[in-house]
């Protein structure tokens, strides 16, 4: 018999209302919540934070629904994002590159302070 | 089915496709040597050779595009791409983004404003030289 099987076979079994009497049920329960106690008081400090965390968020099962998928496809396309604004601005660099070793004018009349001033004053003047 | 095994198969599924981004980004840049342009863009990019493997990147693959841009440009405008490459290549980057700044703002100014701007560099470079 292989684990899954067993497993069926157990849930089988408990799924079967046993009848308890009310002491045992309440024996059984407390016994449960000392276990569990128990396990909680493991986990070190950052899983501890971790697991309340995931707690107050419904769990591992909700958790996987309601947060980690959103969060890997913000992750995904927040990379996306930078990536193609990369790009784009990589694009426009080249844009700009090319008209710039291309232009009628130099690359001094570009890169000189004094003329952009020249400029600035004279276009003031004349309007 | 199982939820621990559909959490596992969603939290995996989310991992791949986060790794899967970030592997696509790093994937698509070549490193861009020298030898790993095409011979037509060797021989443009000619004057930049001998500096080619200190250019960073992101400056290597700009001028592959402008490159590839080459052959589409008019003679004239080859020639001054010839002439400028060097001096463009060897500025600091803060000139660079500089002079793009003023490109952006002067190419914005009317048609005859920028066909004024030729004689005023002359005028300008008269004045200087005075």
């Known amino acids: 018999m292989n684990e899954d099987q067993f497993g069926s076979q157990v849930q089988r079994l408990l799924n079967e209302a046993i009848p308890l009497a009310p002491n045992a049920a309440e024996r059984l329960r407390a016994a449960r919540e000392q276990a569990l106690a128990r396990q909680r008081a493991e986990?070190?400090?950052?899983?501890?934070?971790?697991?309340?965390?995931?707690?107050?968020?419904?769990?591992?099962?909700?958790?996987?629904?309601?947060?980690?998928?959103?969060?890997?496809?913000?992750?995904?396309?927040?990379?996306?994002?930078?990536?193609?604004?990369?790009?784009?601005t990589l694009a426009e660099i080249e844009e700009i590159d090319a008209l710039l070793l291309t232009d009628e004018l130099p690359l001094d009349a570009y890169l000189d302070r004094g003329f952009q001033d020249w400029l600035k004053k004279r276009g003031g003047g004349e309007q | 089915m199982n939820r621990r095994a559909a959490c596992r198969a969603l939290l995996g599924l989310g991992l791949w496709a986060m790794a899967g981004a970030a592997g696509a980004q790093k994937r698509q840049p070549r490193r861009y040597t020298w030898a790993e342009l095409t011979a037509a863009q060797q021989e443009v990019l000619a004057p930049l050779k001998s500096d080619w493997e200190n250019l960073p990147i992101e400056r290597r693959r700009t001028w592959g595009g402008i490159a590839n841009?080459?052959?589409?440009?008019?003679?004239?405008?080859?020639?001054?791409?010839?002439?400028?490459?060097?001096?463009?290549?060897?500025?600091?980057?803060?000139?660079?983004?500089?002079?793009?700044?003023?490109?952006?703002?002067?190419?914005?100014?009317?048609?005859?404003?920028?066909?004024?701007?030729?004689q005023q560099w002359a005028e300008y470079q008269a004045q200087k030289a005075r």
């Open chain 2, 69 to 118: 841009r080459y052959p589409k440009m008019a003679q004239l405008e080859q020639e001054r791409v010839q002439k400028r490459m060097q001096r463009w290549a060897n500025l600091t980057p803060e000139q660079r983004a500089r002079a793009r700044e003023n490109y952006r703002r002067m190419a914005k100014a009317s048609a005859e404003k920028r066909r004024r701007l030729r």
């Open chain 1, 43 to 88: 986990p070190a400090p950052g899983l501890q934070w971790a697991d309340n965390v995931l707690g107050s968020l419904g769990g591992w099962s909700g958790m996987s629904l309601r947060v980690l998928l959103p969060f890997a496809l913000l992750t995904a396309g927040l990379i996306g994002i930078y990536a193609w604004q990369q790009k784009q």
